[in-house]
């Protein structure tokens, strides 16, 4: 099975920081990773597809790269609508894993 | 309306068995692949299973495999769970999702999520 390794598990950043959010899997896997955002209370929300394709209606600010086993989302000026917990999940191979998580908070 | 309703969640004991359903509305429902996701509340998200359009391709997590068995009925627009032998572990908020389309590369993501049924396993 593919494991998903993403870090850090929490981040504390201000409006406006530059952050960074890597996802490292146990065996290559292309570009398929997909990247999710999930709100408090809310349902998870795909933000980035494989092939770091950024989904209609998600600000330019989100963008991601990686292929192989190495990963990254990058959201390139904070807003607040986006402290949140963000997921990387791997499409390439079942069980579909995700990683653990890495919780955006307000510094 | 495009949309996943859960339900069938509840309070089981350790050793019981449960049946889920996603109902979907307001799209071709037998055009694509379903999963299933778990997460426990106030943790990370575990991908449970995955059923083709047609049931002819079926993944499972190595944590429930052998007891929880996933199923879909196209001419009812729905997708089943079920959940044998739970366990405690097994406590979590279940969603179904529906699959993207799939690219010509093969790849896909999760694009449409249920709000989710919540299982909880206690004596």
């Known amino acids: 099975d593919i494991q998903m390794t993403q870090s850090p598990s929490s981040l504390s950043a201000s409006v406006g920081d530059r952050v960074t959010i890597t996802c490292r899997a146990s065996q290559s896997i292309s570009t398929y990773v997909n990247w999710y955002q999930q709100k408090l209370g809310k349902v998870p929300k795909v933000l980035i597809s494989?092939?770091?394709t950024l989904q209609t209606e998600v600000p330019s600010r989100f963008s991601a790269s990686g292929s192989g086993t190495d990963f990254t989302l990058t959201i390139s000026s904070l807003q607040l609508e986006d402290f949140a917990t963000y997921y990387c999940?791997?499409?390439?191979?079942?069980?579909?894993?995700f990683g653990q998580g890495t919780k955006l908070e307000i510094k | 309306e495009v949309q996943l309703v859960e339900s069938g969640g509840g309070l089981v004991q350790p050793g019981r068995s449960l049946r889920l359903s996603c109902a979907a509305s307001?799209?071709?429902?037998?055009?694509?692949?379903m999963h299933w996701v778990r997460q426990v509340p106030g943790k990370g998200l575990e991908w449970v299973s995955h059923i083709s359009w047609n049931s002819r391709g079926i993944d499972y997590a190595d944590s429930v495999k052998g007891r929880f068995t996933v199923s879909r009925d196209n001419a009812e627009n729905s997708l089943y769970l079920q959940m044998n032998s739970l366990k405690p572990e097994d406590t979590a908020l279940y969603y179904c999702a529906k699959e993207s389309t799939v690219t010509r590369f093969g790849a896909w993501y999760l694009d449409l999520w249920g709000r989710g049924t919540l299982v909880t396993v206690s004596s």
């Open positions: 307001g799209f071709t429902f037998d055009d694509f692949a």
């Open positions: 494989p092939s770091s």
């Open positions: 999940q791997q499409s390439y191979s079942a069980p579909y894993t």
